[in-house]
C-alpha cells in the first residue's frame, strides 16, 4: 500500500508556517519532497521523521514569539493570509492561513478572545481561551489546536513535552500526593533536597548515572541509608507517572537500585523493668498513650487522632481508622487497657481521646514528653515505634500465631510482621536447649561432652588437648 501524500497546504498547517515559507524550504532543501506534475508533494513518514530530527531545535518562526510583545507584525506578515500585517489595524477578526481568531468584550467590559478552525471532519470549531488575556496568547493557541487536528487526522504522535524536574515535583504534589497520600508533606521534604540537586535539568536528560550521584551527594551529608531510600522510593514514583502523563517515553525511564537496609533494623525490646521505670517516670498524659501503644500495637498517630466513636467499651473493641495502609482494623480492649479507657472517659466529654485543652483538638505530638520520661527513667535508644515492636514480640512469647499479630498490626504481608518479631536471649537459649540430650545437663566439660557423643552414638571427637567448650 502507497504511503499518503500531503500538500502544500497541509504540512505548512502541522508546521504552523506560511505556506510561502515551506516553499522557501523545498526550493533550498531544508525539508524532503517531490514533485508530480509539477506540484510539490511530501511523504507523510519523511515529515514524521522530520519532525523527530528537529523536535529539539526551535523552528525559525518559533524563535520570533518571544518578540511578539507588544508587536505582532513580524507574525502576521509570515502566517496572515496574503502576507500582510495587520497587527495595527482595529480589527477584532484575525485570519491566518490555518484558522482564525477574534476576540468579543464581556458585560465586564473585558475581551475575551476566540478561535476557529475546523476538525478532523471539516467541521467548523468556535470556542473561547479563557487563558488568554492578549491576541499573541490567542495565535499561539490556535497554532497548537490546529496541530493537534493534523496530528490526530493523520495518527501523528507528538513527542513528549519537554519537562524539567521541578515542573515534575510540583505536578505530583498537586496532581497525586496531595489526593491520593495522607503523608504528602514527607514527601515535599523528600522532593525538596532531589530539586535541590537535579536543579532545572530537563526530565529527558536525567539518567541512572545521575541518580547514582545524588545517592552518593545525600551519604556524603551523612543521611542514613533508609531515608535515602525513601527519597528514592517517592523519585520512582514520580518517573512512573512521568511515563503515565506523556512527559517521558517509558525506554527514557532511568533503573537504579535502593541500599539494602539489613543491618539498619533495630532490635529494641522495652524489657519488664524498664516499663516500670517508664511508667514511673512519665507524665501523668502519656501513661494511657503508652498503655494502649504496649498492648494495642497502635501507631502514635492513630493513638493521638482516636475518637470516642471508634472506642466500644461495651463489645471491648477498638476500630482503627485511617491507618497507612488505607484499611481499617478492630482490636480487642484487654483487662490492663479497660480500667485506662474507662478512667479517661469519665474525666474527658471531648470526641478525642487524647485533646489539646487549648485547641480543643487531638494532641499534635507526645516526643518531648517521652523523650523526658525516657531520660528520667534512665532509658537509651528507646523510640516510640519501638513500643510497636514490643508488643508484637510479647504476644509471640506467648504462643500467638503470626498471622493473628499481623492482622493486629494491620500489615500486608507476614513479610512485614517477621521485621516487627524479635526472640528474646531466653527465648533463644531454650530453643538451642531442645537440641540436648533429654535427662543430661550440659556442665561443659570435655568429659560430659564425649559422654553425650557415646550415648548419642556419634564419633568420638579426637583429643587434642584444647577445651572444646569452656564455661567461662
Not at 479563557?130 to 490567542?138: K, L
Not at 500526593?177 to 495522607?182: D, E, P
Not at 557423643?453 to 583429643?463: F, L, V, Y
Amino acid at each position: 500500500m502507497s504511503q499518503p501524500l500531503l500538500s502544500v497546504k497541509e504540512v505548512s498547517s502541522v508546521l504552523s508556517i506560511h505556506p510561502k515559507t515551506l516553499y522557501k524550504w523545498t526550493t533550498s532543501g531544508r525539508i524532503p519532497c517531490f514533485r508530480i506534475n509539477g506540484l510539490v508533494r511530501f511523504r507523510k513518514k519523511d515529515i514524521e521523521d522530520w519532525q523527530d530530527k528537529h523536535k529539539s531545535q526551535p523552528l525559525e518562526y518559533l524563535e520570533l514569539l518571544p518578540k511578539f510583545d507588544p508587536c505582532l507584525e513580524s507574525y502576521d506578515k509570515m502566517l496572515l493570509k496574503g502576507g500582510s500585517a495587520l497587527s495595527k489595524t482595529s480589527s477584532k477578526r484575525v485570519n491566518y492561513s490555518f484558522g482564525a481568531i477574534y476576540s468579543r468584550r464581556t458585560k465586564q467590559g473585558k475581551d475575551r478572545w476566540y478561535l476557529d478552525y475546523r476538525d478532523t471532519r471539516g467541521k467548523r470549531i468556535q470556542r473561547v481561551i479563557r487563558q488568554a488575556v492578549s491576541r499573541q496568547q490567542a495565535a499561539i493557541a490556535l497554532q497548537e489546536a490546529v496541530q493537534d487536528v493534523f496530528n490526530a487526522q493523520h495518527n501523528i504522535k507528538p513527542a513528549p513535552r519537554p519537562v524539567s524536574f521541578p515542573e515534575l515535583a510540583d505536578q505530583y504534589l498537586e496532581r497525586y500526593a496531595k489526593t491520593n497520600k495522607r503523608s504528602w508533606k514527607t514527601d515535599r521534604s523528600y522532593i525538596k533536597s532531589m530539586t535541590e540537586y537535579f536543579s532545572n535539568a530537563p526530565l529527558a536528560e536525567i539518567s541512572s548515572f545521575h541518580i547514582e550521584g545524588y545517592k552518593a551527594e545525600r551519604l556524603k551529608q551523612h543521611v542514613r541509608h533508609s531515608t535515602v531510600n525513601r527519597c528514592l522510593a517517592v523519585l520512582r514514583r514520580m518517573l512512573n507517572l512521568s511515563v503515565e502523563w506523556g512527559y517521558l517515553q517509558d525506554h527514557q525511564r532511568p533503573k537504579f537500585k535502593l541500599f539494602s537496609e539489613k543491618d539498619n533494623r533495630k532490635e529494641r525490646i522495652l524489657a519488664q523493668d524498664e516499663e516500670t521505670r517508664l511508667f514511673q517516670a512519665s507524665a501523668p498524659h502519656l501513661r494511657p498513650i503508652l498503655t494502649l501503644a504496649l498492648h494495642t500495637g497502635m501507631r502514635l498517630g492513630e493513638i493521638l487522632s482516636l475518637t470516642w466513636t471508634q472506642v466500644d467499651l461495651r463489645k471491648g473493641i477498638i476500630r482503627v481508622e485511617r491507618t497507612k495502609s488505607g484499611q481499617s482494623r478492630l482490636i480487642p480492649i484487654n483487662s490492663a487497657l479497660y480500667g485506662d479507657l474507662r478512667a479517661i472517659r469519665g474525666q474527658n466529654s471531648s470526641t478525642f481521646l487524647f485533646r489539646n485543652a487549648k485547641t480543643e483538638k487531638p494532641l499534635g505530638s507526645v516526643k518531648t514528653a517521652f523523650k523526658a520520661a525516657c531520660r528520667r527513667a534512665g532509658i537509651n535508644g528507646l523510640r516510640f515505634h519501638d513500643l510497636r515492636h514490643t508488643f508484637a514480640s510479647r504476644l509471640v512469647e506467648r504462643g500467638a500465631d503470626l498471622i493473628t499479630v499481623k492482622e493486629l498490626l494491620g500489615h500486608s504481608s507476614v513479610k512485614i510482621t517477621e521485621r516487627y518479631t524479635h526472640s528474646q536471649s531466653e527465648q533463644k537459649k531454650s530453643a538451642v536447649a531442645l537440641l540436648a540430650v533429654p535427662g543430661e545437663e550440659i556442665a561443659g566439660s570435655e568429659e560430659n561432652l564425649l559422654h553425650i557423643c557415646d550415648t548419642a552414638g556419634a564419633r568420638k571427637p579426637k583429643k587434642t588437648g584444647i577445651p572444646l567448650y569452656s564455661a567461662n
